[in-house]
């Protein structure tokens, strides 16, 4: 990208410390994080647990102020208006009221968005739609699988149309078939020319899925770039077996 032009999403030394417990000590969750990623990429923030990705996609999404740097959305700093209605976050785990239906939960978001009621309905049943979530619209919560529950997470995330969409762990607790869905669905938002930004401890899926990685450590970053270069300086061992059916080889890909 030219210098000057602006990032759709722009991390600059950013730091998050957190002070754990009454008067405890002090955790540095993020520290001097810089990465930059342009519109319409696919970016996977990758780390072991607890290596601060989900702090950082919070930054990133206005939940919480950086205690160092800078968090950017399309140049305007994350938690400002501007930059919040250019961004869907779907949190690493999403309280629902299970006794509504899934139609009356993107209400209820649609109801927090900007979205009137005249935009809201076409968007609600577009999104269902796009997460084969429309037979199972009118049924409560309760009954959905945790696969369904996922899909009715990113279906929140874009209903107001967002250029950025911002994932933590949305394959996470998810049978093959139920990944396999949730990566159809950011593919096909890449598609559309969105920008992505999805945490996950799975390489695999990432590397499928993704335009550029960003390894996380420590809350240090380890390593950043584009798929091919990043890959390119891991050691790889070819493994040869015979015919495996589909569902062992999406097991062995999971564990990977
Ligand atoms: N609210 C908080 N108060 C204190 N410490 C926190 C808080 N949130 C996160 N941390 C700590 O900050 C570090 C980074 O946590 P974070 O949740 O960002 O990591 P993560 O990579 O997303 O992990 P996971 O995969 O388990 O969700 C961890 O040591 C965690 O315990």
Aim: charged share 20%; hydrophobic share 40%; proline share 4%.
């Amino acid at each position: 990208m030219r210098s000057g032009a602006t990032w759709a999403v722009e991390l600059d030394g950013f730091g998050k410390t957190y002070r754990a417990g009454w008067g405890g000590r002090t955790v540095h969750a993020v520290e001097t994080l810089s990465l930059r990623l342009p519109a319409g990429q696919v970016l996977g923030l990758l780390g072991p647990n607890g290596s601060g990705k989900s702090t950082t996609l919070k930054a990133l999404a206005g939940l919480l102020q950086p205690s160092a740097g800078s968090c950017r959305i399309f140049g305007e700093p994350a938690g400002s208006d501007a930059a919040r209605a250019r961004i869907g976050y779907l949190p690493e785990s999403v309280r629902f009221a299970t006794h509504q239906t899934g139609r009356e939960f993107l209400r209820y978001c649609a109801g927090l968005s900007s979205l009137t009621d005249v935009q809201a309905e076409p968007r609600i049943e577009a999104v269902l739609a796009w997460t084969g979530l429309g037979d199972a619209a009118g049924r409560r919560i309760a009954s959905y699988s945790k696969g369904m529950r996922q899909r009715l997470g990113l279906a929140q995330a874009v209903l107001h149309e967002p250029q950025i969409v911002l994932l933590d762990e949305p394959t996470s607790g998810l049978d093959p078939e139920g990944r396999l869905a949730v990566v159809r669905l950011i593919r096909e938002l890449a598609a559309q020319g969105r920008t992505v930004v999805f945490t996950s401890h799975l390489l695999a899926q990432a590397e499928d899925v993704c335009d550029r990685l960003a390894m996380l450590g420590k809350g240090r970053l380890l390593a950043s770039g584009t798929v091919g270069e990043l890959l390119g300086t891991f050691e790889r061992a070819p493994v040869a077996t015979s015919r495996l059916e589909k569902i062992y080889l999406e097991r062995l890909h999971a564990l990977s």
